[in-house]
């Protein structure tokens, strides 16, 4: 797929089908599993994409990396569940009782529909980050004739939770160092993440800071950049690109008219 | 022979909004061109918000409200000179979209809009004087933190800025990769360099002048025999070099003052002197 990169050719792509899917169509996917998932507002149809989203995951050798950026979602997925399952609006019909707790099913059905949604942004991005380099995606958004920052801005997002993995990890160690348990029971392993947590969002902020510093300095706004040449082939790159397209027009005029 | 004022402080003072205390309280010098300045002093002295302020990110990128006048000069060309700025943190230098270490030194020549052969051409010169050139291919977050340093400054040095400034470039690498770094930034000669570190002995051994700093305020602008002579005397908060303290202990002065030497060169000079 690479022909030619002078600054790239240490880079190692799996062998999976993917790799000869464009990064274009794997952003119309993710648009589609997301509009899909927003317009067909049923948890079997959240299932179902998941699912189809976990098989595509596998057949290109990445569930395992995904399951871990899942992992890292749970957390905020776990806090949606509590508070919607407690607080819903709409909650009418108690489910189950923990205590002094009293879950409901409306709240909930809904915190699982936005649950859902998270796990098919998630599962449909791994897709695009771990099949393509970050620098492909790059080149590829440039040469569309995004202007650069927003390619910086969009990718950033893309990347930012296996960055904030990679950074809890080292956190981790450096506590696992100073004496803090980070394995055993589930609860052992809970209270070991709680520590991290205000030294995590301090790293992811005060880097994210630094870094835009260091990208002005380092002419990242200059109107001199030249979109680097390089070039890459891909197979049924225009036949998707319009069946992808299709499929999303359908979803958005789904929302329209139906 | 009079030496030329590149950079000029005129009693400048920053204060950082809902601050208390000034972060610079009324700082004056004037640096000349392709000089090499020392920064040290200790935690929240004012060092950082130093070098953040002569680099142009205050006021520009971070806010806060300055008093008094910076003047850096034109050089010969009539361009505004350009400034790089090597953090202390390697990871917050770099651009993040570099798979490999020969992409993120590229990163801002391809900004600046270089054909492909210069680029290619000046990043392998900048890898070989840093010895990066075995790393090229490699992940930039998969290299050591010494490694990571190293970059972090050869994607500085690749542009050629007229300005260098390094605020603490070699918290992660060990004594010999410090030497190593603090050789190689004496050899530059086309830069005004500032260097912000604790390593005492290698920054009386690099720098030309030194400048401390302590809760803001410059205590001294001078040259590191003199700067550090008078740090001992006034038992200011701060390390000695060991040099100095050698001479000291042996009572060897240098010639014609009653200062100890602070580098090795001149204390072999000084034991020598003695000899005869």
Same mark, same amino acid.
């Given at each position: 797929?690479?022909?030619? %990169?002078?600054?790239? %050719?240490?880079?190692?792509?799996?062998?999976?089908?993917?790799?000869?899917?464009?990064?274009?169509?794997?952003?119309?996917?993710?648009?589609?599993?997301? %509009?899909?998932?927003?317009?067909?507002?049923?948890?079997?149809?959240?299932?179902?994409?998941?699912?189809?989203?976990?098989?595509?995951?596998?057949?290109?050798?990445?569930?395992?990396?995904?399951?871990? /950026?899942?992992?890292?979602?749970?957390?905020?997925?776990?806090?949606?569940?509590?508070?919607?399952?407690?607080?819903?609006?709409?909650?009418?019909?108690?489910?189950?009782?923990? $205590?002094?707790?009293?879950?409901?099913?409306?709240?909930?059905?809904?915190?699982?529909?936005?649950? $859902?949604?998270?796990?098919?942004?998630?599962?449909?991005?791994?897709?695009?980050?771990?099949?393509?380099?970050? $620098?492909?995606?790059?080149?590829?958004?440039?040469?569309?004739?995004?202007?650069?920052?927003? /390619?910086?801005?969009?990718?950033?997002?893309?990347?930012?939770?296996?960055?904030?993995?990679?950074?809890?990890?080292?956190?981790?160690? %450096?506590?696992?160092?100073?004496?803090?348990?980070?394995?055993?029971?589930?609860?052992?392993?809970?209270?070991?993440?709680?520590?991290?947590?205000?030294?995590?969002?301090?790293?992811?902020?005060?880097?994210?800071?630094?870094?835009?510093?260091?990208?002005?300095?380092?002419?990242?706004?200059?109107?001199?950049?030249?979109?680097?040449?390089?070039?890459?082939?891909?197979?049924?790159?225009?036949?998707?690109?319009?069946?992808?397209?299709?499929?999303?027009?359908?979803?958005?005029?789904?929302? /329209?008219?139906? | 022979?009079?030496?030329?004022?590149? *950079?000029?402080?005129?009693?400048?003072?920053?204060?950082?909004?809902?601050?208390?205390?000034?972060?610079?309280?009324?700082?004056?010098?004037?640096?000349?061109? !392709?000089?090499?300045?020392?920064?040290?002093?200790?935690?929240?002295?004012?060092?950082?918000?130093?070098?953040?302020?002569?680099?142009?990110?205050?006021?520009?990128?971070?806010?806060?409200?300055?008093?008094?006048?910076?003047?850096?000069?034109?050089?010969?060309?009539?361009?505004?000179?350009?400034?790089?700025?090597?953090?202390?943190?390697?990871?917050?230098?770099?651009?993040?979209?570099?798979?490999?270490?020969?992409?993120?030194?590229? !990163?801002?020549?391809?900004?600046?809009?270089?054909?492909?052969?210069?680029?290619?051409?000046?990043?392998?010169?900048?890898?070989?004087?840093?010895?990066?050139?075995?790393?090229?291919?490699?992940?930039?977050?998969?290299?050591?933190?010494?490694?990571?340093?190293? @970059?972090?400054?050869?994607?500085?040095?690749?542009?050629?800025?007229?300005?260098?400034?390094?605020?603490?470039?070699?918290?992660?690498?060990?004594?010999?990769?410090?030497?190593?770094? !603090?050789?190689?930034?004496?050899?530059?000669?086309?830069?005004?360099?500032?260097?912000?570190?604790?390593?005492?002995?290698? @920054?009386?051994?690099?720098?030309?002048?030194?400048?401390?700093?302590?809760?803001?305020?410059?205590?001294?602008?001078?040259?590191?025999?003199?700067? *550090?002579?008078?740090?001992?005397?006034?038992?200011?908060?701060?390390?000695?070099?060991?040099?100095?303290?050698?001479?000291?202990?042996?009572?060897?002065?240098?010639?014609?003052?009653?200062?100890?030497?602070?580098?090795?060169?001149?204390?072999?000079?000084?034991?020598?002197?003695?000899?005869?």
């Amino acid at each position: 797929m690479l022909k030619k %990169a002078p600054f790239s %050719a240490g880079l190692v792509h799996k062998s999976s089908w993917t790799r000869h899917i464009d990064p274009g169509s794997k952003f119309l996917l993710m648009a589609d599993t997301i %509009a899909a998932s927003m317009v067909f507002s049923s948890l079997s149809v959240n299932l179902g994409l998941i699912l189809c989203l976990l098989m595509l995951n596998f057949s290109a050798h990445i569930l395992h990396k995904s399951l871990v /950026v899942l992992a890292f979602s749970l957390f905020l997925i776990s806090t949606m569940l509590l508070i919607q399952g407690l607080f819903y609006a709409q909650n009418q019909t108690p489910i189950f009782t923990i $205590g002094w707790l009293t879950f409901y099913q409306e709240g909930l059905q809904h915190a699982a529909l936005l649950a $859902g949604r998270i796990l098919i942004i998630t599962l449909s991005a791994c897709l695009l980050m771990f099949t393509m380099t970050i $620098g492909e995606n790059t080149i590829y958004l440039e040469k569309l004739g995004l202007p650069f920052r927003y /390619v910086y801005a969009l990718m950033s997002v893309c990347y930012i939770l296996p960055q904030m993995h990679a950074n809890m990890r080292r956190i981790q160690l %450096a506590q696992q160092a100073r004496g803090v348990v980070g394995s055993g029971r589930l609860r052992q392993r809970f209270r070991a993440i709680l520590p991290t947590l205000i030294p995590l969002i301090v790293m992811t902020l005060t880097r994210t800071i630094n870094r835009s510093i260091a990208l002005r300095l380092r002419g990242f706004e200059s109107k001199q950049r030249q979109t680097p040449n390089w070039q890459y082939t891909y197979i049924f790159a225009r036949g998707l690109h319009y069946l992808l397209f299709l499929g999303l027009l359908a979803l958005l005029g789904g929302v /329209v008219w139906l | 022979m009079a030496v030329e004022t590149f *950079i000029t402080l005129d009693r400048v003072s920053v204060k950082y909004p809902n601050a208390q205390d000034l972060a610079l309280d009324w700082v004056s010098m004037s640096v000349p061109q !392709f000089a090499k300045v020392g920064v040290i002093g200790n935690s929240d002295a004012g060092k950082t918000t130093f070098c953040q302020l002569l680099a142009g990110i205050i006021p520009e990128m971070i806010h806060a409200r300055i008093e008094g006048q910076l003047q850096i000069d034109r050089n010969d060309t009539k361009q505004k000179p350009s400034i790089g700025y090597v953090f202390q943190d390697p990871e917050s230098q770099l651009s993040g979209l570099a798979e490999t270490v020969a992409d993120e030194i590229a !990163f801002g020549l391809v900004n600046a809009g270089l054909s492909e052969s210069e680029i290619d051409q000046r990043v392998k010169r900048i890898a070989q004087e840093l010895e990066l050139t075995s790393i090229l291919q490699q992940s930039p977050t998969e290299i050591s933190g010494g490694q990571q340093q190293r @970059l972090a400054l050869a994607t500085v040095l690749v542009v050629e800025p007229d300005i260098l400034i390094l605020d603490n470039p070699t918290s992660q690498m060990d004594p010999r990769g410090k030497a190593w770094l !603090f050789e190689h930034l004496a050899a530059l000669k086309k830069q005004t360099i500032f260097l912000v570190s604790d390593e005492i002995d290698l @920054l009386c051994e690099f720098a030309d002048y030194l400048c401390v700093f302590a809760q803001g305020k410059l205590l001294a602008f001078d040259i590191p025999a003199r700067v *550090i002579n008078q740090a001992d005397q006034n038992h200011w908060p701060m390390a000695l070099p060991a040099v100095y303290q050698f001479a000291k202990a042996l009572s060897k002065t240098m010639a014609g003052t009653y200062r100890y030497p602070v580098t090795l060169g001149r204390l072999k000079r000084v034991m020598h002197d003695d000899d005869d």
